[in-house]
């Protein structure tokens, strides 16, 4: 009884909303269920990129429009912790049942600036690959740095988003190189454009002689819209 009393008050006092379509929710609801759904439905079976230059092959889990998009907007900009956990259970149920990719050795997140994820208070790409090698019975290993603070890609066009992330990764101090001889590793991150932050991470990770090095990514933001090949 009590618990309600607080929730009712929360309500009235500091309402929430749904963090896609901004209708009144319950307090602790960032996503309501008619964008939940929809959610779910833009998270399939990975796919892979064929619009985009990269030195490993790129798979993605749905095309960045509707409200996949806004959902990771929301969690990088927002941002939003409680949000990403709504992601998780999709990712984890298509990820089982794919049979597109043998499942890796290793998982290892695309890392942000110790900058940029102070501020933000979490590093997205952190948080869904460790999610993702607990779903694979994979190994977890953030063996990426970034070693120069870059601007946002989103904030480049594509010319600049080509060289905006040359030279900014790097082996993470104490990593030991041989432990990933042979491997099959998948490199995590949110949202895939052009391919350039996958492609500048590949080049730190191919010299480990890995067995094979695969991207997956949550959404990709095709050049041409719709191609899902």
Known sequence: MFSKIVSGFLEIFFPFSCHVCRSASSFGIVICEKCKERLEAQISEP?????????????????????????????????????????FPRVQ???????????????????LHFKRERKRG???????????????????SPILQRIRETTPQADCDENQRATNLLGAFSLAEGVISSIFRGKKIWLVDDVSTT???????AEVLLPLK????????????????GARL
């Open 47 to 87: 796919f892979r990129i064929t619009d985009v230059s990269s030195r490993c092959p790129i798979w993605s889990l749905g095309i960045y429009e509707d409200v996949l998009s806004k959902v990771i907007k929301s969690i990088k900009y927002k941002p939003s912790l409680k949000l990403i956990s709504e992601i």
């Open 93 to 111: 149920a298509v990820l089982t049942l794919q049979r597109v990719l043998e499942f890796p050795d290793v998982v290892v997140p695309v890392p």
């Open 122 to 140: 979490f590093n997205q790409a952190f948080l869904l690959g460790e999610m993702i090698s607990k779903t694979c019975g994979a190994s977890f």
């Open 195 to 201: 391919g350039a932050t996958m492609d500048n991470c």
């Open 210 to 225: 890995l067995s094979s090095l695969n991207a997956i990514v949550l959404a990709h933001s095709p050049k041409v819209f």
